[in-house]
């Protein structure tokens, strides 16, 4: 469905990312891992059209999208969660959701079904629909942005650390909602995540290091991977601790 050949990018003279390569298949959940600065948001913001490569090419559903602007991409199904959520603060919930429909021209029964799907996926933003997005709190705007993004008719939902600090129990539950997506209404996942939370929902994994991708294997290979857990999602916790009990 997507994908990424040898791909560069830079902002000015600095490379961000070097010859990056990946595809994500039709009704899988790829997940991308990586440290900070390891060029995780800059490989999306490329495949989005946000950053227009300095070679290589994106491919997704079969057309070369390499350099199209990311208004056209969108309008593909290619829709992005960027970093920090970016929904409107000073707006309502229904306003915000109302915002993703712009781009798309739906009839009133299927905005209405998306609109009952999102509630029915993250219940309490149905409970607070007036309220003004900057006062959720942090879980609750990033079920709205993905919603927001669901309005938008998604085939390939692009989304970059959603769990960004959230607390683990909403992670979860955003983990498990990402998971239903892809169940339920047959989008395909491409996610950046720095937590092994991610890794649980993942068919398949790639590490990023200075802008390379260094690893890529299955979701339960990555979970097991000494080497990309200890290397590039924080060290393991020590099991001998000398103060417990055993
Ligand atoms: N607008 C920019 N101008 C210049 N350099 C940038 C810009 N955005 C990112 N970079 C640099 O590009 C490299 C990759 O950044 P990127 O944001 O893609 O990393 P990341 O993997 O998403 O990190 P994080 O986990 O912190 O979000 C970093 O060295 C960063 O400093
Ligand atoms: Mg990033």
Redesign the pocket.
Known sequence: MLEVRNVSAA??R?E??RDVSLAVNQGEIVVMV??????????LKTICGLLRPAQGHIFYEGKDITGLPSYEIARLGLNLIP?GRQIFADQTVWDNLNLGLNSRRLKGAEIQRKLDYCFNLFPRLKQRTKQLAGTLSGGEQQMLAVSRALMQGPRLLVL??PSLGLAPIIVTEIMQAIWELRAAENITILL?E?MRYALQIADRAYV?KT?QVVWEGSGADALNSVEVEEAYLGKRKVINDPLSSN
Not at 34 to 43: I, L, Y
């Open positions: 902002y000015g600095i961000a990312v990586g440290r900070n600065g390891a060029g995780k948001t800059t490989t970093e970059d650390e950046v720095q990023l802008g």
